[in-house]
């Protein structure tokens, strides 16, 4: 049974810094591509990073791009998602997921496992 497992969110300030982590289970998680996608109130889940099974490829969206950085540690079975210079709007619901694509994917459609979320708050 796979299972991916966030933590780390919580409300931070504006500018401030969070790292979120994702443990996984059940799966081949090197032989896996992991991303994180965000949905705040209202909107469709998005895109956010992700990372091919070598840990030597990512892919960001625009918006967080400079701010955000994904990253893997096979030995563990996690991927991380560093976040600096948060701002309001990076507030939403932060899912891990996992896909077995040979390269960075970003459509949702493309995962086939996801986690149960967390929250992340920026505050102004």
């Known amino acids: 049974q796979v299972q991916l497992v966030e933590s780390g969110g919580g409300l931070v300030q504006a500018g401030g810094s969070l790292r979120l982590s994702c443990a996984a289970s059940?799966?081949?998680?090197?032989?896996?591509?992991m991303g994180w996608f965000r949905q705040a109130p209202g909107k469709e889940r998005a895109f956010v990073a992700g990372?091919?099974?070598?840990?030597?490829?990512?892919y960001y969206a625009d918006s967080v791009k400079g701010r955000f950085t994904i990253s893997k540690d096979n030995a563990k079975n996690t991927v991380y998602l560093q976040m600096n210079s948060l701002k309001p709007e990076d507030t939403a619901v932060y899912y891990c997921?996992?896909?077995?694509?040979?390269?960075?994917?970003?459509?949702?459609?493309?995962?086939?496992?996801w986690g149960q979320g967390t929250q992340v708050t920026v505050s102004s």
């Open positions: 059940g799966l081949t998680f090197s032989r896996n591509v």
């Open positions: 990372i091919n099974w070598s840990g030597d490829s990512t």
């Open positions: 997921a996992a896909s077995s694509s040979s390269a960075v994917v970003t459509r949702a459609t493309w995962f086939s496992y």
